[in-house]
């Protein structure tokens, strides 16, 4: 785990459906491990101190209200 703050957009914990853009409204899901049973939906925007760089991963389903996607990672 880091120990810096970042944004959804730019972290490899993100997941969004598979052609969406990666911007700050877009939304998607939390697939941190420890943060996985609280199913959060979360926008590009959002940012947490869980944050680790990389591409958000893609699953459909990642978007929805609650999401039903499975984490990919």
């Known amino acids: ?3 810096s703050w970042g944004l959804c957009k730019d972290c490899k914990w993100w997941q969004l459906e598979p ?3 990666i911007a700050d409204a877009s939304l998607g899901l939390c697939i941190e491990e420890k943060l996985q049973p609280f199913r959060m939906r ?3 925007n959002s940012g947490c101190n869980r944050f680790m760089p990389g591409e958000p991963a893609r699953a459909k389903g990642s978007s929805a209200e609650p999401p039903t ?3 990919q990672r």
Do not use: E
Request: a positive charge; aromatic letters at 0%; hydrophobic letters at 35%.
């Open 19 to 21: 052609r969406a853009r």
């Open 1 to 3: 785990m880091s120990k």
């Open 69 to 71: 996607a499975k984490p």
């Open 42 to 44: 979360v926008s590009g």
